[in-house]
C-alpha cells in the first residue's frame, strides 16, 4: 500500500540524508515551469551560445509531465561540494585556476547512485520515477525554488541558505503525491555582488546570464576558438569560473563536503600550468580519469591552457609554447600564438626573435 503522501516525505527525507545528501525538498507539479516562457525568450536570443542540446524539444524541459506521463511531485536534492583551499606552497611557476566542482572526482556518478537507491525505495511504494543529477532536461531550479531548496538568485545559481551556492542540484520526477514544502524568500535583497565580480559582465542584469560571455561555458561548453574578447578576461581560468559563486555572501556559512571524491587532486593546485602543454591523448586520460574536466577533451582543454599562459606564463613557459604553436590541430596552434604575442607584449623587455614561432 502507498503510505499516505507526509509519511512519503518524511522517510524519502531520512533516507536521502541517510545516504549523504544535504537537502531534499518537494513540490507538487501542477503545471509548466515557472519560467518557460523566459527559458522559451533566452532560447530565442541566442544567449544558449552553442548549447543547442538546451534548444533540443523545448516543451519537455519546461514541462516534466511530458517526460513521466501523470508525474505529480518534483523531488530536488542538494549535495555539498565545497571544499576549502589547501594548505600548501605555491608552485614556482603559473598555476591555473579550476572550478571547484571539478577540483576531485566527477559528481554524476555518485550522485546517479544516490538518486537510484531514492528511485528504489519511491518504486517500492507504488510510483514511476525519472532522475535528473545534471542530466536531462528540466529547468531545475524552478522546481528547487518553488520546494524551498533555496532561491535564485542574480547570479542565476541557486543558493540555499545554508550550504549557499557550493553545491549539485538533482531532482527525481515521480508519480506518488509527496507532501510539499513551502517556498523560501528570495534573500538577495539590495546585493549585487555576483553582478559587480563578473568579469566579462555575463550577467547581463539581475537573473540574466548571457551564456555566451559566460567563462565557464566558453572553457567547457564551447569547443571552438575562445573569443578574442574575452581571452585576457579568462586570466588564469583553465576550467570554468567561480567568480560570481565566490562573490556570493551567502557562502559564509559553506562546511567542508562529506565526500572524500570532491577532494582537490594534485594537478588542481600543483601543476604549472606548462606542465598541461605535455599531455598526450593518452596522459590527458590517465590524468583526468573520473574527473569532470576529461570530458572537454585534449584540443579544449589546451586551447584554455595556451590561454591562461597567454595571462600569466612567464619567459620558462615560452619552449612549451613554441612546442604548442607547431602543434597540428590548428585550435591548439592559433592559441598558443597569441599566448606567446601576449607574453611578448606583457613583458617588452623580453628579447624575442623576429616572429614567436622561430623561439
Ligand atoms: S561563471 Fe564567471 S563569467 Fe560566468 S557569470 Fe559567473 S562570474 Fe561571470
Ligand atoms: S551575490 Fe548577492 S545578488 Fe548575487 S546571488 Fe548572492 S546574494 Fe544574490
Redesign the pocket.
Known amino acids: 500500500m502507498t503510505p499516505d503522501p507526509s509519511t512519503l516525505a518524511a522517510n524519502l527525507k531520512r533516507l536521502a540524508a541517510d545516504l549523504g545528501l544535504h537537502d531534499c525538498r518537494i513540490a507538487l507539479l501542477q503545471g509548466p515551469a515557472p519560467h518557460a516562457d523566459a527559458f522559451q525568450a533566452w532560447l530565442d536570443d541566442g544567449r544558449h551560445g552553442s548549447m543547442e542540446w538546451m534548444a533540443r524539444q523545448p516543451q519537455r524541459r519546461c514541462d516534466p509531465r511530458e517526460v513521466l506521463p501523470g508525474a505529480r511531485s518534483v523531488v530536488s536534492l542538494a549535495l555539498n561540494y565545497w571544499q576549502p583551499h589547501p594548505h600548501s606552497p605555491p608552485p614556482q611557476a603559473a598555476t591555473g585556476s579550476i572550478a571547484r566542482y571539478a577540483w576531485g572526482d566527477d559528481y554524476h556518478p555518485l550522485l546517479d547512485r544516490k538518486l537510484r537507491d531514492l528511485c528504489s525505495h519511491l518504486e517500492d511504494c507504488g510510483g514511476t520515477q525519472k532522475l535528473y543529477a545534471d542530466t536531462g532536461p528540466i529547468l531545475e531550479r524552478d522546481w528547487a525554488t518553488a520546494s524551498g531548496l533555496g532561491w535564485n538568485g542574480k547570479?542565476t545559481l541557486q543558493i540555499h541558505p545554508t550550504l549557499g551556492c557550493y553545491f549539485f542540484l538533482a531532482e527525481i520526477l515521480t508519480t506518488l503525491e509527496i507532501a510539499p514544502d513551502r517556498p523560501l524568500h528570495d534573500h538577495c535583497g539590495k546585493c549585487t555582488r555576483c553582478l559587480t565580480?563578473?568579469?566579462?559582465q555575463?550577467?547581463t542584469a539581475p537573473h540574466q546570464?548571457d551564456a555566451r560571455r559566460?567563462?565557464?561555458y566558453l572553457t567547457i561548453e564551447h569547443q571552438g576558438p575562445i573569443p578574442l574578447e574575452f581571452r585576457q578576461a579568462l586570466g588564469d581560468r583553465i576550467y570554468g569560473?567561480d567568480?560570481?559563486l565566490a562573490a556570493c555572501p551567502w557562502n559564509r556559512f559553506a562546511q567542508a563536503s562529506r565526500e572524500t571524491a570532491f577532494a582537490a587532486r594534485p594537478f588542481v593546485h600543483q601543476w604549472p600550468l606548462r606542465h598541461f602543454l605535455a599531455l598526450d591523448p593518452a596522459s590527458f586520460t590517465a590524468l583526468f580519469r573520473l574527473s569532470p574536466i576529461r570530458r572537454i577533451k585534449l584540443p579544449a582543454f589546451l586551447r584554455n591552457v595556451c590561454v591562461a599562459l597567454g595571462n600569466v606564463g612567464t619567459p620558462d613557459d615560452l619552449p612549451a609554447l613554441s612546442r604548442a604553436a607547431q602543434d597540428p590541430n590548428p585550435l591548439i596552434a592559433e592559441h598558443a600564438q597569441w599566448a606567446l604575442c601576449e607574453i611578448a607584449r606583457r613583458l617588452p623587455s623580453l628579447s624575442f626573435p623576429d616572429s614567436p614561432n622561430s623561439l
Open positions: 547570479s565580480a563578473c568579469p566579462t555575463a550577467i546570464l559566460c567563462l565557464s569560473c567568480d560570481c
